[in-house]
Every structure is written in structure tokens, then in C-alpha cells.
């Protein structure tokens, strides 16, 4: 008799853990992704030069209702099914190969795309939440502004200071050079394929309507940022334009 009264209380303070922490299970919500995640790998792999392989599977992924997601490859974007199963995210039938796997991060800010697979790369792609646009800005392209080339640059002409500054803003606008106060990075799309060989490309254009293309090169151990003018398009040919002469020699402050 003296045994069941000891054991009761214990056995019911058992009986309520296990229900609390069954209910707990239960009540436990799945990760529903929304909103828009730009690629951050994309972003850091990208630092100095732009290439056909950069976005990895994509630039950014939006998710709308948690059931359909907007890929988003630059020159070209698709809807895929998201499926939500046993705990686990899958991007459906994402490349010919199947589905990609997605892992949320810890601290609900971003998820890793295991997109391996599908571009041969040693890595994965981890994504970022972000705004839809910064400023009136769609937040990749500032976002890859700042990563590629805003920042302030000293003039140099063979290796003498004219002591003159040209601005790069990572909203898209530029001053110091006369003419021209926007500028665009080509990083998607037949503009990739503008030069031979391959360089990257900045656009420039000002409030006359005037417009110019650079092949440009950064180097950012050193801070050198160097425009490059190429040759005019060739009747009947896409890109395979030669890379001329240097325009402007640019040094970070």
C-alpha cells in the first residue's frame, strides 16, 4: 500500500511530461519559406569577375504562397511546386536530374540550396532573405553593386594621380565621369558574350540619352578598377567584340 501511494505521484508527473511534450510535437509548426532569398554565394563567389557559371541553379528565389516558388536565372525565370514532407523542403523536379533538397538555416534568416549536383561545383548555394527592392532598387542588382564595384576611385593616367574622383553608388548612379551619370553591370543574358576574350561589361548612360559600353577589370586586393573600350559590333555577329584600349585607370580611395 505504502509503495502505490509513493509511486501515484511519480507516475502521474510522468504521464503529464510525455503528454506535454507529445503536444508540443504536435503543435510544432513546419518551416513555410516566403518572401524573396537572393543568392549569397553567388554574391561572394563573384567579388572580382562575373562568369556563365556565377548564379550556380539561380539568382533568387521567391517564394509567393509557399507552394509555388519564381526561379529567377536573370535572362529567364520559371514557377516550380515546393513540397513540404516529414520535416523536409524539395524544390520539384528542379532539374532534369529530379528535385533539389533545401535546409533551413538555425536562425531562419536563409537556407542552403543543395544544388551541387546540378552545377558540378564543390559547394552549395546558400541563400539570404532580403527586400524586394532597397531604395527604389531591386535589392540583387544593389546588392551586387556593392559587391562588385561601388565605392569612390582616384583618376590615374600611367601611374600619376590627376586628382580627380569618380563615385560608383550602389543604387546604379555614378558621377565623376563627364557625360554619364548611371551605370549597369552586365551579368546575365547575351551580354556576357559581348568580348573576345572574355571580360566583364559596364554599361554607362546619361540624362542626353548617350550610352557606352567598357570591358572592365577589377582587381580588389588592390582596389584597381580599369575600363577597358572594345570594338563596335559586328554586323551579323552576336558579341566576340576585341578589347581595345584603356579609358580610365581607377584606384579605390
Known sequence: MFARIVLLPFLLIVISFSACRN???????PVI?????????????????????????????????????????????????????NGKIR????????????????????????????????????FIRSEDTIDSVPALIRKLNEQMIAGSYVVYDKEKSLNKTVNFLSSGKVTGIPGFDTYVLCFTGDCMQTTQPYYNTITLSGAAGSTVTYAYKMEKGTGSLK????EPPIPG????????????DLRKN
Open 23 to 29: 503536444k508540443a510535437v504536435k503543435q510544432a509548426e
Open 33 to 85: 519559406l516566403q518572401g524573396r532569398y537572393i543568392n549569397q554565394t553567388f554574391l561572394e563567389k563573384s567579388a572580382e569577375s562575373l562568369d556563365f557559371s556565377s548564379p550556380g541553379f539561380c539568382f533568387q528565389l521567391v517564394f509567393a504562397d509557399g507552394k509555388k516558388v519564381f526561379v529567377d536565372r536573370g535572362f529567364e525565370g520559371d514557377s516550380l511546386s515546393v513540397a513540404y514532407e
Open 91 to 126: 524544390l520539384q523536379n528542379a532539374t532534369i536530374m529530379g528535385d533539389l533538397p533545401i535546409l533551413p538555416d538555425t536562425d531562419g534568416k536563409g537556407f542552403m540550396l543543395l544544388d551541387s549536383s546540378f552545377t558540378g561545383k564543390p559547394y552549395v548555394s546558400h
Open 227 to 230: 575600363l577597358f573600350s572594345i
Open 237 to 248: 555577329t552576336k558579341g566576340e567584340r576585341k578589347v581595345k584600349d584603356l579609358v580610365y
